[in-house]
Nanobody
Framework: QVQLVESGGGLVQAGGSLRLSCAAS????????MGWYRQAPGKERELVAT???????NYADPVKGRFTISGDNAKNTVYLQMNSLKPEDTAVYYC???????????????WGQGTQVTVSS
């Protein structure tokens, strides 16, 4: 099986910074991409940013210029550096990985348990 373990959430004042980490482990054959999504109360889960194994990145418009996604392929780990945080960034942040396991050739999405990010005004 595959596990995604997130860390780094918390409470921060507006304008502050946080760094999230997500490590994937288990029976991983290859990772196509990893990314972060978020879900605020009463809202649908939305894309924040993704990064491919080749290093190509994609950001949602609300976070462009403030958030930076990076990865360490050797550690199967993805990071999200969040700067200039705003109250509207408050949400549960979920790590996502699209990968192949050693036992199944198709690409499958895996999710972390989520980490709370709260930005106070």
């Amino acid at each position: 099986q595959v596990q995604l373990v997130e860390s780094g959430g918390g409470l921060v004042q507006a304008g502050g910074s946080l760094r999230l980490s997500c490590a994937a482990s288990g029976s991983i054959f290859s990772i196509n991409y990893m990314g972060w999504y978020r879900q605020a109360p009463g809202k649908e889960r939305e894309l924040v940013a993704t990064i491919t194994s080749g290093g190509s990145t994609n950001y949602a418009d609300p976070v462009k210029g403030r958030f930076t996604i990076s990865g360490d392929n050797a550690k199967n780990t993805v990071y999200l550096q969040m700067n200039s945080l705003k109250p509207e960034d408050t949400a549960v942040y979920y790590c996502n990985a699209r990968l192949k396991t050693r036992f199944y050739s198709n690409l499958v999405d895996y999710w972390g348990q989520g980490t709370q990010v709260t930005v106070s005004s």
